[in-house]
């Protein structure tokens, strides 16, 4: 029977002589959930089952690398580890999704996710990850290359021994078979380099060691970055004479994404949904088997009108699912408002895992692999519970005690959002919106009560709460400097970001976080010729996976940034900055825009916790940091109570 909400998207799927109960399929993630050695923990098994009680037709959880190694994925080098394996197989079909295994060799990103002994076609590696310590590769040789081959064709092998349905090679991203078939990082002289069909002769040798060991009805998906967004290197017109071999060659799906490990920016909001789907369809139109496409889908009604359209055959979520494992379920119950939207930050999957050496989170999924306690556990005994603040981490935690049975009311002086109402004005940060929406489609849908109010201690003394969650974000730090004052200086908060732009042609901003580049960003898209000031040395911190996107960003609006000084006064018509040594230099600026961050502010909860025993704190009014930390902390709180 056709799904009335979503037909297409829950219509059957072949795959080789593998059928999949819909056009839907999770697309493998390292999690590090495993082992040091990359055997399988009871936290692989049941993220597994996890993603596939969430509806999905297919499962590639994490990928298992071919060659012994220390990786964020699970282990296929041995046959020791097909037992492990197996009950990953055998927890996703048990939960109603096909099994398949990704099977990888990192390559030049071996330095990158830690390996020993970093191998890759040539010498070459990114030059960040160097400048930052990285191993430079060494050149695999002839015997190796071949060894290698053999090693993809005994993993394909045990992956089918274990149970599972089908298996993929991670042939895009920066990994091993993708330096082959790139001309930038394939530099070599031999069989194995210069021409497009030798650069394809690894890839293709994989193909048929796997073939020959597994035989010719298993089936095999390779995973390909159309175009890795790398300067002088892989592009589609190359990567579709890729998928044309590989149909030839018995390849029964092409998984198709861009971009590397490198360029991971790409999968940030100044970049538009479902990015990869041009590349996927120009592909798709020069083969005939399947053509699964991922990247930046993000609603069930993006993934109906691509398949809608002809422009894939499936849609692979990854990143999604992560911010709601269910997103499937829901989808094929029409219950589409009650996805938790991911919101493209990259702070828990990339900034808090994959840079951090950690399991993978999620800034809107504060129960993600958190096995260890259950997700909702009802009160014991309901309390009256007063939510202090509608932003983030006040949202979750009224949502999150409502659904434990305690009685709520939340409280917020502006409107539901709180300061991310500010912080999604930006287009490139959009998503946030769709967490807003989803919060006050929770809230109505659970009867919460809100009330529009600043609420002060002797409120809540006189509401008769027995607990109080205080969350009403960090204030807007001052500076005292000589004409702070003066009429053409602002805030943040007070102004670009709450859409009041100020007059004139150039601009000031004081403050090189993330909040200085997004206020400078919009000053410039007003027409506005800016200039940063940020009194550290490094302009927007430590390294994240969104800060190449900032850069870029910037860069093309034509901004200036000036680091290593700071504001020292302000006249009628100018900035004055000052460097450590005390050197004096005067900006022209008809606008002085401040964004020097945000304070806690502790005194509400202080006060509170006069006549209330429970009293918890989250957020930026606890301590000023990220969404992600808001929403988990009001998750927590709720929890606990």
Excluded at 194 to 217: A, P, Q, S, Y
Excluded at 484 to 495: L, Q
Excluded at 596 to 605: C, I, N, V
């Amino acid at each position: 029977m056709q799904n009335k909400y979503f037909p297409k998207l829950f219509e059957k799927g072949k795959i080789g002589n593998l059928t999949l109960k819909n056009r839907t399929i999770r697309n493998s993630m390292g999690t590090y959930l495993c082992n040091p050695d990359c055997s399988v923990t009871p936290n692989n098994i049941k993220a597994a089952a996890e993603a596939a009680e969430g509806g999905v037709g297919l499962v590639f959880m994490d990928n298992a690398v071919v060659q012994d190694m220390r990786h964020m994925g699970l282990n296929a080098s041995s046959d020791p580890h097909i037992s492990g394996l197996s009950l990953v197989a055998d927890a996703i079909k048990e939960h109603g999704a096909a099994a398949g295994l990704q099977l990888s060799h990192p390559g030049r990103d071996g330095g990158f996710v830690g390996g020993d002994d970093v191998v890759a076609a040539s010498r070459i590696t990114v030059e960040e990850w160097f400048e930052m310590g990285a191993q430079v590769p060494r050149e695999l040789t002839i015997e190796e290359i071949h060894e290698i081959v053999e090693c993809y064709g005994d993993a394909a092998l045990r992956a089918k021994k274990a149970g599972f349905d089908i298996v993929e090679v991670m042939a895009a991203a920066g990994c091993l078979p993708c330096n082959f078939l790139s001309p930038k990082d394939n530099q070599r002289r031999d069989m194995y380099g210069g021409t497009l069909k030798n650069r394809m002769r690894f890839i293709i040798e994989i193909v048929r060691n796997i073939k020959k060991k597994t035989g010719c009805d298993y089936p095999l998906s390779f995973k390909l970055s159309v175009d890795d967004y790398e300067e002088n290197s892989i592009r589609t017109e190359e990567t579709i004479e890729v998928a044309k071999a590989l149909e030839k060659e018995g390849v029964d799906l092409l998984n198709l994404v861009c971009g590397t490990h490198a360029t991971t920016w790409t999968q940030t909001g100044f970049y538009p949904l479902g990015i990869y789907v041009p590349y996927a369809e120009a592909v798709k139109k020069e083969v005939h088997i399947p053509v699964l496409v991922t990247g930046n889908i993000q609603s069930p009604e993006q993934a109906e009108q691509i398949l809608e359209e002809g422009r894939a055959d499936f849609i692979g979520l990854a990143r999604s699912q992560l911010a709601d494992p269910y997103f499937v379920k829901k989808a094929k119950e029409g219950r589409s408002e009650d996805i938790v939207p991911c919101i493209r930050c990259m702070i828990g999957c990339n900034d808090k895992g994959l840079l951090a050496d950690t399991v993978i989170h999620c800034a809107v999924n504060p129960t993600l692999y958190k096995f260890e306690c259950p997700k909702i556990v009802p009160a014991e005994t309901p309390k009256n519970v007063a939510v202090i603040g509608g932003g983030p981490g006040g949202l979750e935690a009224a949502v999150t005690l409502k659904k434990r049975g305690h009685n709520v009311t939340l409280y917020e002086k502006r409107a539901l959002g709180g300061m991310i109402i500010e912080a999604s004005v930006p287009e490139y940060k959009a998503d946030i919106r769709k967490l807003t929406a989803y919060y006050e489609t929770q809230v109505k849908k659970l009867n919460i009560p809100v009330i529009m109010e600043e609420a002060t201690a002797e409120t809540i003394r006189k509401g008769n709460y027995d607990a109080a969650i205080v969350a009403i974000g960090g204030k807007t730090k001052t500076l005292d400097v000589p004409g702070i004052d003066k009429k053409h200086v602002s805030y943040t908060v007070d102004s670009v970001l709450a859409q009041k732009m100020p007059e004139g042609k150039s601009a000031v901003v004081i403050g090189g976080g993330i909040t200085g580049a997004e206020t400078a960003l919009e000053l410039a898209e007003a027409g506005k010729e800016v200039t940063i000031v940020e009194m550290m040395d490094q302009f927007l911190g430590k390294f994240s996976a969104v800060v190449p996107a900032y850069m870029q960003a910037i860069a093309k609006a034509g901004i200036q940034i000036i680091t290593g000084k700071r504001l020292e006064s302000v006249t009628d018509h100018a900035a004055v900055i000052v460097d450590r040594f005390g050197s004096r230099q005067e900006l022209e600026a008809d606008a002085v825009v401040i964004c020097a961050g945000f304070a806690p502010q502790p005194q509400l909860a202080e006060e509170l916790e006069e006549f209330l025993e429970d009293v918890i704190s989250v957020g930026d009014c606890k301590q000023v940091r990220q969404i992600y930390d808001a929403v988990h902390e009001g998750y927590i709180a709720a929890r606990c109570l």
